[in-house]
């Protein structure tokens, strides 16, 4: 539980290392991805250093530690750094290829299994003299036909491996050999496909390129478990010692837990996928490799992954309710910055309005649910990007701010960062869509009561 001066102490140190270095949250030299933060590239990762750091000013006003949840939790960032720390976490995403991620990360595993792995995946691939090619809807778009007899070797090789870690961990580099080497562009999230003239003069391997990748994605998981068995936070078996549940959820359907966690520790999304960052539309052509048995989220994988546009339609904003105008309307009431800037967006031309509605009151949706996983009093860390519609920035963070408000949360601090490459990538390149080049982090303390808990129900 939190001391009186546990707000304080925290506001303290956080805000301490900007005294000698006024953008010490930028970070901007010391972002490298190394360990698990190395095994993919997804959309929109949080910086490990900063989140490592919040996670650090946590744990001395907290010392006890305790359980971590990052409800958006996307590729892992914060599962690693919170393994790091021996802590414990609860970890949900709507994507599947997200969730795989989770997986992966959750479950270290020993180089000498890896690397004995790699190599019949490897042998396997090049003795299979099969030249049929994996089925899908969109395949010869995405795919030219000797890779993608290659990718079906592969995924072969990797589907005979004993044991579903260590297959989930080559399905990810499979992944990533996906991102490489198919037809798609690598500049851009969207499915875009390249021009005729690139297509036609590309030479790719997919074999060697996804030894090169899976050999790096060893040492670099090895790296890793060495740092947690120096740390003593590996069992004998070699299982992380801490409790870890990650999950495919919508966080909107997420049930109130009686396990509450003790610190919240996420970054959402910036606005509708379709309009900001497409993660589903990023994860459909890896997906489509992957067997779905090591797949999360049986129940509605097949219509999940057989779109490149529903997991984006099932994300915060991708579906305008019919009572939103109502719905809109009770927030105004909560936030004055919903209603400046539904105002705002009122009189301009297009569907600003609408997306901004759909965004915003799913994410207060999100947070009511949030709210239930979390102890009283509980420190929550929001990393919040803010996107623009029709040049007018979302003030996301003073949004998130005022609603925690009207349910009893408090106000620590509020870090401003600047994003070292400039923006994030954007689905697509304009003034409507555009989100700014820095970023918050908006630290808030639950209320006193928390939610109630109910049944332990859809959170194992
Ligand atoms: C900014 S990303 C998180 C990135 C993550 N912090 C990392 O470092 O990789 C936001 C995530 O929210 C997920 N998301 C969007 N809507 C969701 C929902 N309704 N329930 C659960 N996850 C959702 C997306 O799939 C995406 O992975």
């Known amino acids: 539980m939190a001391s009186p001066s546990a707000p304080d102490d925290l506001r303290e140190l956080l805000i301490a290392p900007m005294a000698g270095d006024p953008d010490f949250w930028t970070f901007a ?6 360990m698990g933060h190395a095994l993919f590239n997804y959309p929109a990762m949080m910086v490990p250093q900063v989140q490592a750091a919040l996670l650090d000013a946590w744990l001395a006003v907290e010392p006890d530690g305790g359980t971590v949840f990052d409800p958006f939790a996307g590729s892992g960032t914060v599962l690693t750094e919170s393994m790091l720390r021996g802590l414990d976490f609860r970890g949900t995403d709507i994507n599947p ?38 089925d899908f809807r969109g395949r010869d778009k995405w795919f030219p036909e000797d890779v993608a007899v290659q990718l079906t070797r592969l995924h072969r090789a990797i589907r005979a491996l004993p044991g579903s870690d260590v297959r989930r961990f080559f399905w990810v ?87 509450q966690a003790d610190v919240l520790m996420t970054s959402p999304p910036y606005g509708d996928n379709r309009t900001t960052v497409p993660y589903g539309q990023y994860a459909y052509l890896p997906l489509r490799w992957i067997d779905p048995a090591d797949l999360d989220g049986q129940d509605q994988l097949e219509q999940l992954i057989d779109s490149p546009y529903r997991t984006d339609a099932a994300s915060l904003g991708g579906h305008a309710p019919s009572d939103l105008a109502e719905r809109l309307s009770a927030l105004m009431e909560r936030s004055d910055s919903v209603r400046a800037t539904a105002k705002l967006l009122t009189d301009l031309p297009g569907d600003g309005l609408r997306r901004f509605a759909t965004f915003v009151c799913d994410l207060d949706e999100a947070m009511e649910k949030i709210n239930g996983q979390l102890r009283p009093k509980a420190f929550q860390f929001w990393t919040l990007g803010e996107r623009s519609i029709s040049g007018n920035r979302v003030p996301t963070t003073r949004i998130v701010a005022e609603l925690a ?43 006193a009561d928390g939610a109630a808990p109910q049944a332990y129900a859809t959170y194992q």
């Open 97 to 134: 290829l997200a969730v795989l991620l989770l997986r992966v990360k959750a479950r270290p595993l020993s180089e000498s299994t890896l690397r004995r792995s790699l190599e019949s995946v490897i042998d396997a691939a090049i003795d299979d003299a099969r030249s049929d090619r994996l």
């Open 405 to 447: 408000a009207s349910r009893g949360c408090s106000e620590v601090v509020t870090l401003t960062r600047s994003i070292p490459n400039g923006r994030k990538r954007m689905a697509i390149r304009n003034d409507s869509v555009a989100t700014m080049g820095t970023e918050s982090i908006l630290v808030l303390q639950g209320g």
């Open 29 to 34: 030299t010391n972002s490298r991805r190394t």
């Open 173 to 259: 580099c499979l992944a990533a050999t996906v991102r490489q080497v198919s037809n798609s562009r690598t500049s851009t999230f969207k499915l875009h496909v390249y021009d005729e003239k690139t297509l036609a003069a590309r030479d790719l391997d997919a074999l060697a390129e996804f030894k090169q990748i899976a050999a790096d994605n060893v040492a670099a998981a090895s790296v890793e478990r060495a740092a947690l068995a120096k740390a003593s936070l590996l069992q004998v078996g070699g299982r992380y010692r801490g409790a870890i549940d990650c999950r495919r959820a919508d966080v909107r359907q997420l049930a109130p837990s009686p396990n």
